[in-house]
């Protein structure tokens, strides 16, 4: 019965005091607002971190949320932002670690560990591994185009840019995916040889 | 003017006008190059919308109530606090100020020939000394604490400023 109800009828239960409904919200939207995170920083416990943070200044907030545009954008957009602070705070403590540097790190590391179970890579696992990849804008860009249900001008709205530059970021990730998923396939086949 | 990838992209996304649209579809009709091409970017979309969601731990939603429940639960609501009360109290202080004001202008006589001022008040009513309160030692002590208090103030907004432009 609970999970029928629209984003604004939780929303206006818990503004009226209801926590239960605010739960129901989190279970809704926590594995977009995870993966989102898992975009930016790479590491489950940081992506949680943040995608918890989201959630609680989103309640904090959710009285300012006045229902201009979807809940989900306006959650997103906390996400993205959250995530861009964290990155920077990041990058300050670990004395500005060159990025594609950690992302090949953590590409390496995924590599020797999946060696093991090269049985049970399937294409979304080479897909997943090319988004990791991928520059955080990039794969943030390709997820709430294809998993946020989200129009090119709510992509724009939730990261602060013009419609027409979100086409072209978009145009542009896809060709990067497009390059590090046929790159990894091509490694693997190798790999296997 | 556009590559075929993104003229294609924009047909699949349905991001182009209608007359583009049926220019395009008519190229991957007739034109090989294009077909072959739409097909594979078709794939390589059905391939991207395939991508899986991460999932958190079983925990997470806990973790977040419990994070709300120890913060005051109440305190993410106060921006619905009730406009009116701030007003009433604002406008209580307002009207007392101008009572004030409007009852000692009332009871004034101005003598301007003279250069004084006379302030007739009613019976039972004795105005403080100015000078003693100006001179008195609570008075002085007041202004440092104001002084303090300004500059407390300030050192607080500019550092919350400054957090704020570097975050």
Partial sequence: MQSKLSDIDLIEQTLAGNQSAYADLVKRHQRFVFTLAMRFSKSREDAEEIAQDCFIKAYRSLAAYQ?????????????????MTFLRKK????DSIDDEGTYIQVENHESAYDADNVENKSRSYYLNQAIE???????????LFYKGEQ??????QTLGMEANTVKVKLFRARQRLKEKLERNLKHEVKELI | MNTIEEKLWNYIDGTCTPAEQDAIARLIEQDEVYS???????????EFASMELDEPSMAFTYNVMETI?????????????????????????????????????ANTHF????????????????????GSIFSSQVFKWFLVFDVVLA?????????????????
């Fill in chain 2, 36 to 46: 072959q091409k739409y097909q594979e970017l078709l794939l390589l979309n059905q």
């Fill in chain 1, 151 to 156: 129009s090119l001008e709510e992509i724009a």
């Fill in chain 1, 133 to 143: 990849q991928l520059l955080p804008d990039d794969a943030t860009i390709i997820t």
């Fill in chain 2, 151 to 167: 500059l407390f103030l300030t050192d607080s907004y500019l550092r919350r400023k400054n957090t704020a432009k570097h975050a």
């Fill in chain 2, 111 to 130: 003598s301007f020939p003279a250069g004084n001022v006379k302030v007739n008040l009613p019976a039972g009513i004795k105005l403080p000394s100015a």
């Fill in chain 1, 67 to 83: 229902g201009q545009s979807k809940f989900t954008t306006w959650l997103y957009t906390i996400v993205y932002h959250t995530a």
């Fill in chain 2, 69 to 105: 429940r120890t913060e005051n639960a109440r305190q993410p609501l106060k921006a619905a606090i009730d406009k009116r009360i701030i007003i009433g109290v604002g406008a209580f202080f307002v009207f007392t100020i101008l009572a004030l004001l409007i009852f000692t202008i």
């Fill in chain 1, 91 to 94: 990058r300050v403590a670990t």
